[in-house]
């Protein structure tokens, strides 16, 4: 198959915009730019289309998909009864990068909520995205435009370097600007429950509802997956990643493994580099921001030609770096 390229410069390109609303309407999978990061969509009512989405991505079929929309009426067109706080929630974060799990309406597809009785539903804050689903008017569900296991793409060489010849087309934009994908919240229950932590922090959620719960591996995860992707391995890069506890020991496991003849690379924090000797350096940035938005585009571009083993710190957690860090540990081959 041959991948189009539909970018968008500067202007919003109607044509382009409608070619790719065209393609999606018909059952194609298109790949789209958002806030967060690239996502890979298709008509969330069509279950074959949502099929495509599961074989390009090599995605395992029980880890449900997102759904995106254009307005909070559509959003609301797609679930079924729930609890108050949410339009408070809608209005404050929305369009914004947040995911709310709701009860569905079963409106959608089967194999877009992997059998689930709920469906997680979001309005991305990107002109591109809006545009698009305007254009096209039909709930469009999208995964992240990875190949699964890989990190999540900011841009659309990203999308290209893991689908390109696997899907009808790219829409192409800017880099995403926030880096890490969005924060899913289950509003199904009394109080919201984090799924997945994002740029909206569970301090912002609470300053809008008050209580906040965040879903804690420790809570039997493994045995009962609140949100089925949390168990699957995430963002590898091409190189084992140890992830460094104590900042102090960093330069000491440099030293160790380059005794083992190893090029060692460290993915750390601008200012804790100045203070490093490594062969390499993937430089996250000074700001928590910076950092997110930094994050998997060097995770991409850790290569097996240019080091054995990479080594990273643990980041400053505020704001969206809490994000980063569990990121950064889901990709972890080893936390010492
Ligand atoms: O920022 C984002 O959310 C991006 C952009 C493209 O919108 N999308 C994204 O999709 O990250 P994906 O498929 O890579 O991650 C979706 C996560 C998975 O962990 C999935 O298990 C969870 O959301 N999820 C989706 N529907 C759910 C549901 N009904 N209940 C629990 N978790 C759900
Ligand atoms: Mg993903």
Same mark, same amino acid.
């Given at each position: 198959?041959?991948?189009?390229?539909?970018?968008?410069?500067?202007?919003?390109?109607?044509?382009?915009?409608?070619?790719?609303?065209?393609?999606?309407?018909?059952?194609?999978?298109?790949?789209?730019?958002?806030?967060?990061?690239?996502?890979?969509?298709?008509?969330?009512?069509?279950?074959?289309?949502?099929?495509?989405?599961?074989?390009?991505?090599?995605?395992?079929?029980?880890?449900?998909?997102?759904?995106?929309?254009?307005?909070?009426?559509?959003?609301?067109?797609?679930?079924?009864?729930?609890?108050?706080?949410?339009?408070?929630?809608?209005?404050?974060?929305?369009?914004?990068?947040?995911?709310?799990?709701?009860?569905?309406?079963?409106?959608?597809?089967?194999?877009?909520?992997?059998?689930?009785?709920?469906?997680?539903?979001?309005?991305?804050?990107?002109?591109?995205?809006?545009?698009?689903?305007?254009?096209?008017?039909?709930?469009?569900?999208?995964?992240?435009?990875?190949?699964?296991?890989?990190?999540?793409?900011?841009?659309?060489?990203?999308?290209?370097?893991?689908?390109?010849?696997?899907?009808?087309?790219?829409?192409?934009?800017?880099?995403?600007?926030?880096?890490?994908?969005?924060?899913?919240?289950?509003?199904?229950?009394?109080?919201?429950?984090?799924?997945?932590?994002?740029?909206?922090?569970?301090?912002?959620?609470?300053?809008?509802?008050?209580?906040?719960?965040?879903?804690?591996?420790?809570?039997?995860?493994?045995?009962?997956?609140?949100?089925?992707? /949390?168990? $699957? *391995?995430?963002?590898?890069?091409?190189?084992? #990643?140890?992830?460094?506890?104590? =900042?102090?020991?960093? +330069?000491? !496991?440099?030293?160790?493994?380059?005794?083992?003849?190893?090029?060692?690379?460290?993915?750390?924090?601008?200012?804790?580099?100045?203070?490093?000797?490594?062969?390499?350096?993937?430089? /996250?940035? $000074? *700001?928590?921001?910076?950092?997110?938005?930094? #994050?998997?585009?060097?995770?991409? =571009?850790?290569?097996? +030609?240019? !080091?054995?083993?990479?080594?990273?710190?643990?980041?400053?957690?505020?704001?969206?770096?809490?994000?980063?860090?569990?990121?950064?540990?889901?990709?972890?081959?080893?936390?010492?």
């Amino acid at each position: 198959m041959n991948t189009k390229r539909l970018i968008i410069k500067n202007k919003i390109d109607d044509d382009k915009i409608e070619e790719a609303a065209q393609l999606l309407r018909k059952g194609e999978v298109v790949a789209f730019p958002t806030e967060t990061v690239y996502g890979l969509g298709a008509d969330a009512t069509n279950e074959k289309a949502i099929d495509k989405i599961f074989k390009a991505k090599g995605r395992p079929s029980d880890n449900p998909l997102i759904v995106h929309i254009a307005t909070k009426e559509q959003l609301f067109g797609l679930v079924a009864n729930y609890p108050s706080y949410v339009e408070k929630l809608i209005d404050a974060f929305s369009p914004g990068p947040i995911t709310y799990v709701l009860n569905s309406n079963e409106k959608v597809a089967a194999n877009v909520t992997a059998g689930l009785e709920t469906i997680g539903v979001r309005i991305p804050d990107d002109q591109i995205a809006l545009a698009l689903l305007k254009a096209c008017a039909i709930p469009i569900a999208a995964p992240s435009a990875n190949v699964s296991g890989k990190p999540s793409p900011t841009t659309v060489d990203h999308v290209l370097e893991d689908l390109d010849g696997k899907i009808a087309a790219v829409l192409g934009g800017c880099e995403a600007e926030v880096g890490v994908e969005s924060t899913v919240v289950d509003c199904t229950g009394d109080i919201p429950l984090i799924l997945r932590l994002g740029k909206v922090t569970k301090k912002d959620i609470e300053k809008i509802v008050g209580k906040v719960q965040v879903f804690s591996s420790s809570q039997g995860e493994v045995k009962k997956p609140k949100s089925p992707g /949390l168990k $699957y *391995k995430h963002y590898a890069p091409e190189v084992p #990643l140890l992830l460094i506890e104590n =900042s102090e020991n960093i +330069q000491s !496991v440099i030293n160790a493994e380059q005794k083992k003849n190893q090029r060692v690379g460290a993915l750390v924090s601008s200012q804790t580099a100045q203070k490093l000797k490594a062969d390499r350096f993937f430089l /996250l940035g $000074y *700001k928590e921001e910076e950092m997110a938005s930094n #994050l998997y585009k060097l995770l991409r =571009s850790i290569k097996k +030609q240019d !080091v054995d083993i990479v080594v990273c710190e643990y980041l400053p957690v505020e704001h969206v770096g809490n994000a980063v860090m569990d990121r950064l540990k889901r990709a972890a081959t080893k936390i010492i």
